[in-house]
């Protein structure tokens, strides 16, 4: 399939099911959508969460399997997916705002469950997380600020996250270098088609010489944004078409996220960014601090080639296993690495039957 044909934004990867755009606004006043793809009415709702500047889009990729579909095909008939500030859908990551995890935890996810209770009451409600997704929604589950969840799902990293070295320097120095020096205030995987000479050209043409595996240069800037010097994916398990539609898959990213990630890092742990200020005084200083109280079985995922969050998901498997031993799992997919779990083209044989069986098992 060539890329040039699939549309941005499009809902054309779904097949054989309704769907429906359900708007929903936040208490700090933005606009966020859930989106609704019913192909049957069913007891157990999935509820997909995407990553930092991506979007509903990485789970709906029409060029190969998708997981609403194959969620769908599994029996899982009532599938949602949202779509919240992080969205590459949305223009709040390319503005001057210096939002964390901490609004993300407290606002969006919420007033995202919220919405879906509306329409779903109260049937089982399963969460897949992926990135900052996983990290925000597991804060928001683990401060107590959404509840109800039957089993969630967290790919990457949850709420111990721990990068490369290299990370960390760019997570601890390149917000400030990006606002007072280089400028804008986001980073942005298209500036390789930036106009010429400006200064999100001349920093992916900067980037391209230290990223040697591809040609893409929107592949180049997501390794320069999140990857510890290494592709966020692995190469082998992305479809050429995949590859081609990066710049469509993934939007700007404010650079003030990585301070707070990078706060998290050198704790070891989530943690509030900002714990005097009292917008957030119902989030917990420590997001672990609650962790005996989670009920909510985790599957926690991770490639073995994860060069963005390492062995994240591994040390908090670990450590949430000491707190309430044999309540959470964990997968560690071979050959896999960041984003490629959720997107990759076997991904329908090689990792969505993993997390099917976890939901099956924890539904009913």
């Not at 071979?334 to 044989?349: I, R, V």
């Amino acid at each position: 399939m060539d890329q040039q044909r699939i549309a941005r934004f499009t809902h054309a990867g779904v097949a054989g099911a309704e769907v429906s755009v359900h708007p929903f606004a936040t208490d700090d006043g933005l606009g966020l959508n859930l989106t609704r793809f019913r192909r049957a009415d069913s007891d157990d709702v999935v509820l997909l969460v995407h990553g930092l500047t991506t979007s509903s889009d990485m789970y709906i990729m029409p060029e190969h399997t998708n997981l609403v579909n194959y969620l769908h095909d599994a029996g899982f008939g009532d599938v949602w997916a949202a779509d919240y500030r992080i969205s590459g859908r949305f223009p709040y990551n390319a503005e001057t705002q210096r939002n964390d995890l901490d609004t993300i935890a407290l606002h969006d996810h919420p007033a995202a469950l919220a919405e879906l209770r509306r329409h779903i009451g109260d049937r089982r409600l399963h969460v897949i997380t992926h990135c900052v997704g996983a990290i925000s929604f597991s804060m928001a589950l683990f401060a107590g600020t959404v509840t109800g969840v039957t089993s969630l799902v967290c790919n990457s990293v949850s709420v111990t996250p721990r990068t490369p070295r290299w990370s960390r320097i760019k997570l601890g120095y390149g917000p400030a270098l990006m606002e007072y020096a280089v400028g804008p205030c986001q980073l942005d995987p298209r500036y390789g088609t930036a106009p010429v000479m400006t200064r999100g050209w001349l920093l992916a043409k900067a980037v391209a010489p230290f990223h040697r595996e591809c040609a893409e240069p929107a592949c180049h800037m997501l390794s320069f944004m999140w990857g510890g010097g290494k592709p966020i994916f692995s190469h082998e398990k992305m479809s050429p078409v995949t590859h081609g539609r990066l710049p469509d898959l993934f939007g700007a990213c404010n650079v003030n996220y990585y301070r707070h990630i990078h706060a998290m890092v050198k704790a070891g742990r989530a943690v509030k960014y900002r714990p005097r200020d009292p917008r957030f005084a119902a989030l917990p200083d420590d997001y672990l601090s609650r962790a005996d109280t989670v009920t909510t079985p985790i599957l926690f995922l991770t490639g073995d080639r994860n060069h963005v969050f390492t062995d994240s998901n591994i040390v908090c498997h670990r450590t949430l296993d000491e707190i309430t031993p044999g309540l959470h799992e964990l997968a560690i997919l071979p050959g896999y690495g960041h984003q490629d779990p959720f997107m990759g083209e076997n991904s329908a044989t090689e990792v969505f039957p993993q997390v099917v069986d976890f939901l099956k098992r924890k539904a009913g």
